[in-house]
């Protein structure tokens, strides 16, 4: 699907202080099953930001961390961000969203809200 493919962000350098019980962007993707369909909330840097495509904001963050070279969450929101953000998210992960024209996306936070 070369739509979501090109839409992944570039890897960046992200450090981010967390606690040993907030979910990574590694975990969540090692264990999505587990939250599909559930709210999920998640701490990120904002690393790409694109308004107003499907009436929504699409959002990458990312953490620092990786699994299996998924490194980026993409979500969409209604909120406005800026590149460089550190945000705290809560939204529906939803797994294998196809939105057709190539975009399909394996992991997606959906509706997300600051918390």
């Known amino acids: 699907a070369p739509g979501s493919a090109k839409a992944k962000a570039e890897r960046m350098i992200v450090e981010i202080e967390k606690s040993k019980d907030d979910l990574t962007i590694a975990?969540?993707?090692l264990n999505k099953e587990l939250y599909a369909n559930k709210l999920v909330l998640i701490k990120g840097k904002v690393v790409k930001y694109s308004p107003g495509i499907m009436n929504k904001s699409w959002v990458h963050i990312q953490d620092g961390t990786e699994s299996n070279g998924n490194y980026d969450l993409t979500v969409t929101t209604l909120v406005e961000f800026k590149v460089g953000d550190?945000?705290?998210l809560e939204g529906k992960l939803a797994l294998n969203k196809d939105f057709g024209y190539g975009?399909?996306?394996e992991v997606l936070l959906e509706d997300a809200v600051v918390k």
């Open 86 to 88: 550190v945000v705290t």
């Open 103 to 105: 975009y399909v996306y």
């Open 27 to 29: 975990n969540l993707y």
